[in-house]
């Protein structure tokens, strides 16, 4: 696969999952939207990566990446990055998945949604 295919996968997989992020929350599951809105970031950053001609790091944690990415992080964005990772793992894991649900209710939901957003929004751009 070449890595303009590879761009690809990642630009296709992320708007497929921006699409199911966005069913969720219409649906009221509000913590896998936001399993699902970590996925997008996720998946833009490794095409980000690949447009830098960078070497995949298999990571979930979306801070690691934006670094290995070189995208600029100021401190508030690592904050944010770090939380964002949490949706990932927090969603997955029965131990954790109860105390995400009661977390990730509507309000909660629509904040860290549309900060998501600004960051998928301004890294498409970069693909």
């Known amino acids: 696969m070449s890595v303009s295919d590879r761009i690809q996968y990642w630009k296709v ?4 999952d921006r699409k199911t ?4 929350y219409k649906s009221g599951d509000y913590h896998w939207s936001l399993f699902f809105w970590h996925l997008v970031l996720e998946k833009l950053i490794k095409a980000i990566i690949l ?3 960078k070497e995949l790091i ?13 995208l600029a992080i100021s401190s508030k964005q690592e904050k944010e990055l770090k939380e964002i990772t949490s ?10 998945k109860f105390s995400f649900y009661k977390k ?3 309000q909660f939901a629509d904040q860290w949604i549309a900060i ?3 960051y998928a929004n301004d890294w498409e751009g970069l693909v």
């Open 21 to 24: 992020a966005e069913t969720l």
């Open 13 to 16: 997989s992320a708007a497929r």
């Open 87 to 96: 949706f990932n793992l927090e969603a997955r894991y029965d131990n954790e």
């Open 116 to 118: 998501c957003q600004s």
């Open 58 to 70: 298999y990571t979930h944690n979306v801070l690691n990446l934006a670094r290995q990415a070189g």
């Open 51 to 53: 447009v830098n001609h």
């Open 104 to 106: 990730a209710k509507k």
